[in-house]
């Protein structure tokens, strides 16, 4: 096993770098019985983060740890998205004075393209998925010399998701023995657990259909996965970073698949109880334990974080 590539100092570091710059998401906690679970949850609403999602952590933090020194070029920001991130990236570098281009695949929904444009970056649109964008923005990157903010596949980006993490303890002073957490290329999980280590269980959960963090660790190496279903935009990488690698291998063990019923039953489960649009990838977290795909024990205590707003309303509510 390589060491891992985040540490709990990297996440310290990073929860001062952004604390100016990120919203406190508040969280709900539910009785036994409600959104279709048997037992008490916390609710962690990440979804109510500054552009929709938890990314803005690691972007924030990938660019203002390059920042400090000095290596934001005149041609500003570069980043590839199915839509989460570019919008995080697009937020980030309008907050901070940068100028941003943000390539997307054609597959991201035109609500996310639109936030991204109301950012005000430059979005470009590529044919294909979200490994296609990222070719897309690595060739124009290499162009350009804009600085570029990936994903997940930096240890800024990945400390930064981690402030969740710490965050969370600050409030949930009793403490908790399980996350349960959405899973894509792996950023925002290994954050989690650079941060938690092997204080805590933390649950990766991810679509049949786009599961690339489940065959990691089925292989014990990183490998390619097809990608598809109704959670790809958010939750759709065809493998899993190296840098969320170095981390899932030493502190992530329970990885579980859900279905695209599942995501949108957690969905409809969302805005029935809080009136609350949650995209697909945000409420996965949520359909593992709804479906039993993750079942608590006695007397466990679960935080579900609840990851991405950035969908149509109509996609939810009009659905029976």
Request: include cysteine; proline fraction near 6%; aromatic fraction near 6%.
């Amino acid at each position: 096993m390589i060491a891992p590539a985040v540490t709990p100092d990297d996440i310290d570091a990073a929860a001062k770098r952004i604390s100016p710059h990120i919203r406190r998401t508040p969280l709900i906690t539910t009785q036994a019985g409600e959104l279709g679970i048997a037992v008490p949850l916390t609710l962690k609403l990440e979804l109510l983060q500054h552009a929709g999602s938890f990314k803005p952590r690691g972007a924030f933090n990938r660019i203002l740890a390059a920042a400090e020194w000095d290596e934001v070029p005149p041609a500003g920001l570069i980043a590839a998205s199915g839509g989460n991130h570019g919008a995080a990236v697009a937020y980030a570098a309008q907050r901070l004075g940068y100028p941003a281009e943000i390539f997307v695949p054609s597959s991201s929904p035109a609500m996310k393209r639109d936030r991204i444009a109301a950012f005000g970056a430059t979005l470009n649109v590529i044919p294909g998925l979200y490994d296609d964008a990222q070719l897309a923005a690595t060739e124009r990157q290499s162009r350009t010399g804009a600085l570029a903010v990936h994903p997940f596949e930096h240890q800024h980006v990945v400390a930064g998701q981690g402030t969740l993490a710490k965050e969370l303890d600050e409030q949930l002073p009793g403490g908790y023995d399980t996350l349960v957490v959405a899973s894509g290329g792996g950023g925002f999980t290994a954050g989690q657990a650079a941060w938690i280590r092997e204080t805590r269980t933390v649950v990766s959960v991810e679509p049949q259909t786009s599961r690339c963090l489940h065959a990691a660790l089925e292989a014990g190496f990183p490998v390619a996965v097809p990608v598809g279903g109704v959670a790809a935009d958010s939750l759709g990488a065809k493998r899993l970073g190296d840098v969320a690698w170095s981390i899932v291998e030493h502190f992530v063990d329970h990885a579980v698949l859900v279905t695209d019923d599942d995501i949108q039953a957690a969905q409809r489960a969302m805005w029935d109880a809080f009136r609350l649009v949650v995209e697909p990838g945000g409420a996965a977290a949520l359909a593992a334990l709804r479906s039993g795909a993750y079942t608590p024990e006695a007397g466990e205590r679960v935080v579900v974080v609840v990851c991405g707003s950035n969908c149509d309303p109509a996609t939810v509510i009009g659905r029976s």
